[in-house]
T-cell receptor, first 109, second 114 residues
């Protein structure tokens, strides 16, 4: 069973601050890693993907991958109220995504 | 921008009835998936489909479930005899090219079994 664990949250941050989300995975052979954002009652929306060790930046989002530690993280800089959502870490392997339970982020105005 | 579409958005059915959930993946995508999310729980993989056959399925995807790509655009999930515990959001997703690539999700169908 491939496990994906996320810090439980909820995470509350003030507007303009950095939100830091963490994720660990159990399958050392996993090759691709994704962060999805899910608003209540909606479907997962892809915001970042990362395949190689190191950092990947896209606008206010930075994904970090450390395969040796089996660890993926997401930083949201200059957090906005519209970033309030549940963030899902997902790991790809063998024709499917395995999702974590998600971390709910609330950005306080 | 191309999107995955799903119909209906909400389906209410009686226990024991058959339901068919429909999806239109993004047109040039090759891999197709169904996931479900019970209220308050994590997104769970059901089945993946490539080249007109199932690539992988989870323990949830038992004999009551089936998938089909009846034509060049639709991808369907059938639940033969629904149970109360089948009540969930069902998401279709698709991937271009390689199976390791990012998956794009449709808006989901909320299935309520009474």
């Amino acid at each position: 069973q491939k496990e994906v664990e996320q810090n439980s949250g909820p995470l509350s941050v003030p507007e303009g601050a950095i939100a830091s989300l963490n994720c660990t995975y159990s399958d050392r052979g996993s090759q691709s890693f994704f962060w999805y954002r899910q608003y209540s009652g909606k479907s997962p929306e892809l915001i970042m993907f990362i395949y190689s060790n190191g950092d990947k930046e896209d606008g206010r989002f930075t994904a970090q991958l450390n395969k040796a530690s089996q660890y993926v993280s997401l930083l949201i800089r200059d957090s906005q109220p519209s970033d309030s959502a549940t963030y899902l870490c997902a790991v790809n392997g063998d024709y499917k995504l395995s999702f974590g339970a998600g971390t709910t982020v609330t950005v306080r105005a | 921008e191309p999107e995955v579409t799903q119909t209906p958005s909400h389906q209410v059915t009686q226990m024991g009835q058959e339901v068919i959930l429909r999806c239109v993946p993004i047109s040039n995508h090759l891999y197709f998936y169904w996931y479900r999310q019970i209220l308050g729980q994590k997104v769970e993989f059901l089945v993946s489909f490539y080249n007109n056959e199932i690539s992988e399925k989870s323990e949830i995807f038992d004999d009551q479930f089936s998938v089909e790509r009846p034509d060049g655009s639709n991808f369907t999930l059938k639940i033969r005899s629904t149970k109360l515990e089948d009540s969930a959001m069902y998401f279709c997703a698709s991937t271009p090219g390689a199976r390791e690539r990012e998956q794009f999700f449709g808006p989901g169908t909320r299935l309520t079994v009474l």
